[in-house]
């Protein structure tokens, strides 16, 4: 069983905050970063400890019939104009999308960015992920005009 917080149930779906690596939560990422990122390392015990941890993000968990079945990582940072919420590495396993996964990780997450003193939510999404498009627009994030930079190391 996972050692969770802020337990939110919805229809037979739990959303929770991570607090604790068990084997449960890494074979769920394990089977999860992949369907994100080809080239991603999957994370391990280490890296899952290091961000349950942090004082700077939560990672917030979907688990249906004790199964880990989406995540969600919410970063927040204060800086010189504000406290900052930011959404990444939204991941829904393929066998359970369409199901309210993404929108119950989502509505969580903003919820506890508001708790936290956030004014604002930001999240990128490429635009080929399509179904995730349309759900950030429904729950009322508007595309903005901006430009996105990366720089490789």
């Known amino acids: 069983m996972l050692?969770?917080?802020?337990?939110?149930?919805?229809?037979?779906?739990?959303?929770?905050?991570?607090?604790e690596v068990n084997d449960q939560l890494i074979e769920g990422l394990i089977r999860l970063v992949p369907q994100l990122s080809t080239s991603a390392l999957l994370p391990d015990r280490g890296v899952l400890q290091e961000i349950v941890s942090s004082q700077a993000c939560l990672l917030l968990v979907a688990v249906d019939d004790n199964v880990v079945v989406g995540t969600l990582t919410l970063a927040l940072f204060r800086i010189p104009t504000g406290l900052r919420a930011w959404i990444e590495?939204?991941?829904?396993d393929e066998s359970v999308r369409g199901r309210g996964v993404g929108e119950a990780l989502n509505r969580e997450a903003v919820d506890r960015a508001r708790a936290a003193g956030a004014t604002?939510?930001?999240?990128?999404?490429?635009?080929?992920?399509?179904?995730?498009?349309?759900?950030?627009?429904?729950?009322?994030?508007?595309?903005?005009?901006?430009?996105?930079?990366?720089l490789s190391l």
């Open 120 to 150: 604002t939510v930001d999240l990128t999404s490429r635009p080929e992920r399509e179904a995730a498009n349309r759900l950030y627009s429904r729950l009322g994030f508007q595309q903005r005009d901006t430009n996105v930079y990366r």
């Open 3 to 19: 050692c969770l917080r802020g337990r939110k149930l919805i229809g037979v779906l739990e959303v929770y905050e991570a607090t």
């Open 89 to 92: 590495d939204v991941v829904v």
